[in-house]
């Protein structure tokens, strides 16, 4: 007997019970469906973010006041309340040979109004170097100045929103805005969708630091971000922003400096984790069709008993029929798989359409695996009930109708 | 026509454990079968009939005795040598015919020479012949549902004819015909015998097991009458 008439009678004993192969086929797609829409989601969101990391720049270091300890331990006995980040930290941070740019950021919340229209907004005292350190896009005019840090200069660059919020199509650049107490001239807006960490850059309003130091009344930076010169000098450079900082802060050392890669390996590990755990989820759908597919063999081998006493009669061994039935299952869980990549594919597709942002191709190793699992599954499933119809006694079978 | 005979019972046995107790389906069954024979198996419900027929056809096994097909003995036979004897020495022929009902006829026909590893090539043409020479060229392609139960019995004897067997058992191959459609496989039956093929027929219709050659009466699982036809 050989493979193909093996193939020609599974494939008539499927057509044969329609409706029965039909709900399996179902089954077996939403199964693997599942797992391919739920790792493409995963995945998306890990390429989403892994993107958006490295649109915040390259190379970056970020200091942060205070020393954040994830070891764990007792809190010292003196107290260590940080010192300031100043602007002066900040700057002193150029001595390091390892460093091509220091941007120094400030951030508070302040209403912004011109005309008759204000909202709140999210205030951002930065300096020049900002723009190249963020990879930030201007839609019009020019970015902060290069000056002195100190200098609280009047001038802001606006987001994309705001400047359709509060100038409704009028032409924003060169007129006066008021924030918090002060005026300051729009002298550039930011380019429209500018997403940088998830935060919406078209809702910023960025002013020189200096500004922003008067505007909140603190000497405190919010972050220190620093662009490394090469990717080989991370390291260095991390250790000597450590020093240089540690010098000035009479050898204390109160600030905690990250790197991107780190930030951006921790995020990597963690949503391939999570797109580990959905599709594991998406596994316990496959499981279901499995044990679904052999309850309907079993079904098939009790009401083809007759058949299989028959197949007997005229000479069929053991073997050959638990390899039909066997075949059959396999049959039903490949063309069940391949019916749910086109499904998982289609659903991949369609949330891309929804989310533009999410990259929804599902993993090369989800789609293999479904598959596998999906044969696999029929072959694991489909054994106990294809070994009991080929145990069947033959006599019995017969007189059974 | 040789002297050895074609099937050999020799003090069969057939014991099956009903609850607590054991039943003797088949008593001590010593009897041989001519080559080209025309057997009828008669007795009342449950006296060992049916069984000695699977016996012969290889699909039951002897609990205790002998049992040789053209010379060989069977009952060491792995269940794959058997199912290959079954194959190759016998046709079936059931009551309730037995079809594969997704099946046309043409593939009902087919199926024991798919299984016999034959192929295609040579499948087509001996399926062919089969169905011109009972009569069903014109319901090849029906299923079984489509066609009356004298063309499903005859549909049944091309399958159990298409591996040109030695032996051909029917277990009531009327029971489930009106007479003119019984008379009708009866009398195809009846020339495949004059062909030369061994027939064994079990029944309880004694109009019908009178046609054959040699009658056997089963009672309890012994035979109690084996005798010639009258004339």
């Known amino acids: 007997m050989n493979v193909k008439d093996r193939l020609r009678f599974a494939l008539q004993a499927l057509r044969g019970a329609s409706l029965r192969t039909f709900l399996m086929l179902i089954a077996m797609a939403i199964g693997v469906a599942s ?59 150029l001595r390091s040979r390892h460093v091509r740019l220091v941007a120094p950021i400030n951030v508070g919340a302040s209403a912004i109004s011109y005309g008759g229209l204000d909202r709140d ?71 429209a969708g500018g997403e940088s960490m998830g935060t919406n850059t078209d809702e910023l309003v960025v002013i020189p630091v200096g500004s922003a130091q008067q505007l909140f009344n603190t000497a405190t930076l919010f972050r220190i971000l620093v662009e490394v010169k ?61 044990i679904l597919i052999m309850n309907v063999m079993l079904v098939a081998v009790a009401q083809r008993t007759g058949e299989i006493g028959l197949l007997k009669a005229v000479g069929a061994t053991g073997g050959q ?59 694991i499933f489909g054994a106990l009930p294809a070994r009991r119809a080929a145990r069947l006694d033959p006599v019995q079978s017969l007189s059974r109708r | 026509m040789n002297d050895t005979p074609i099937i050999h019972l020799e003090h069969l046995d057939r014991v099956f454990q009903v609850g607590d107790q054991q039943v003797h389906a ?90 016999a590893g034959v192929p295609p090539e040579q499948r087509i043409p001996r399926v062919e ?26 549909v049944a004897i091309g399958r159990a004819m298409v591996s040109e067997p030695k032996v051909l058992l029917a277990d009531e191959p009327t029971g489930n015909l009106d007479r003119a459609s ?7 039956l009846e020339e495949l015998n004059g062909r030369g093929i061994t027939l064994i027929i079990v029944t309880h219709d004694p109009e019908l097991g009178q046609r054959a050659r040699r009658q056997l009466h089963l009672v309890d699982g012994r035979i109690v009458s084996d005798r010639a036809r009258a004339v």
């Open chain 2, 182 to 188: 019984g008379r009708e496989v009866i009398t195809l």
């Open chain 2, 26 to 115: 088949l008593n001590d069954v010593t009897l041989d079968i001519a080559q080209g024979d025309y057997l009828s198996l008669m007795g009342p419900s449950g006296s060992g009939k049916s069984t000695l027929l699977h016996i012969i056809g290889l699909l039951d096994r002897p609990s205790n005795g002998h049992y040789l097909l053209e010379g060989k003995e069977t009952t060491l036979y792995s269940d794959n040598e058997q199912a290959r004897l079954r194959r190759e020495h016998i046709g079936f022929v059931f009551q309730f015919f037995h079809l594969i009902p997704r099946l046309t006829a043409a593939q009902n026909i087919e199926l024991p020479l798919i299984l």
């Open chain 1, 230 to 290: 090469t990717r080989e000098e991370i390291p260095a450079a991390q250790q000597e922003v450590i020093d240089i900082l540690r010098k000035r802060h009479d050898g204390e050392e109160d600030v905690t400096v990250i790197t991107q890669d780190a930030i951006l390996a921790t995020f990597d590990r963690i949503l391939t984790a999570l797109t580990y755990t959905v599709a594991g989820i998406g596994a316990i759908s496959l499981l279901v069709a499995g």
């Open chain 1, 121 to 191: 907004a999210v205030i951002m005292g930065a300096t020049a170097s900002l723009l190249p350190v963020r990879h930030m896009q201007l839609a019009q005019g020019h970015f902060l100045p290069e000056m002195d840090v100190e200098r609280a200069a009047p001038v802001c660059v606006i987001g994309a929103k705001i400047r359709d919020e509060l100038f409704a199509g009028k032409p924003a650049l060169g007129e006066w805005v008021r924030i918090g107490d002060r005026r300051f001239r729009v002298i550039g807006v930011l380019v």
């Open chain 2, 129 to 154: 012949r089969v169905l011109k020479a009972f009569g069903i060229a014109d319901r090849a392609h029906h299923r079984p549902e489509q066609l009356s139960g004298g063309q499903r019995q005859r």
């Open chain 1, 35 to 93: 797992v391919i829409i739920l790792t493409s989601l995963g995945e998306g969101a890990r390429r989403y973010v892994v993107g958006e990391f490295a649109s915040l720049g390259t190379n970056l270091l970020i200091v942060l006041p205070g020393r954040n300890e994830t070891t764990g331990g007792a809190p010292p006995m003196l107290s260590e309340t940080p010192r300031d980040l100043t602007l002066d930290d900040a700057m002193a941070l």
């Open chain 1, 321 to 379: 029929v638990l390899s039909l039935f066997l075949i059959e299952a396999i049959l039903l869980s490949l063309l069940g798989g391949m019916i749910g990549l086109v499904l998982g594919g289609f659903g991949a597709w369609l949330i891309h359409q929804f989310y533009p942002m999410l990259p929804t191709m599902p993993p090369v190793w989800a789609v293999l695996s479904a598959l596998l699992v999906a044969i696999a599954t029929g072959m």
